[in-house]
């Protein structure tokens, strides 16, 4: 289960619901539809204090989006976190391969 429907309240549930139908309805590929779930999911498992899952999202959303900027700002995102797990190495060794 996504880690968006897990959330308790019931603003939560109602922004995840908004926030899944604007999804549906972007104009954009399904890899970048699937990369923004995997980033909105690595938000929601930051704010939770589950770092090493929001990493594992981070990486994922990286690895199927495909423009630059998005990317840029997904590293950033990824690297404020680096510190709580320990996983610098990790991101550094990430941002050298071309595959990401």
């Known amino acids: 289960m996504p880690?968006?429907?897990r959330n308790d309240n019931f603003i939560d549930k109602s922004?995840?619901?908004m926030a899944d139908m604007i999804l549906k309805m972007m104009p954009a590929k399904?890899?970048?539809?699937?990369?923004f779930a995997y980033y909105r999911d690595g938000m929601s498992?930051?704010?939770?204090g589950e770092y090493a899952e929001a990493m594992e999202n981070y990486r994922e959303a990286l690895t199927l989006e495909e423009d630059p900027t998005i990317k840029a700002s997904s590293f950033t995102i990824w690297g404020?976190?680096?510190?709580a797990t320990g996983s610098t190495r990790r991101l550094c060794k990430s941002i050298r391969q071309p595959s990401i």
Request: aromatic content about 4%; glycine content about 0%; overall charge neutral.
């Open 3 to 5: 880690r968006t429907q």
């Open 15 to 17: 922004f995840t619901v």
């Open 30 to 35: 399904k890899s970048e539809k699937e990369a």
């Open 45 to 48: 498992a930051q704010a939770d």
């Open 80 to 83: 404020l976190s680096t510190p």
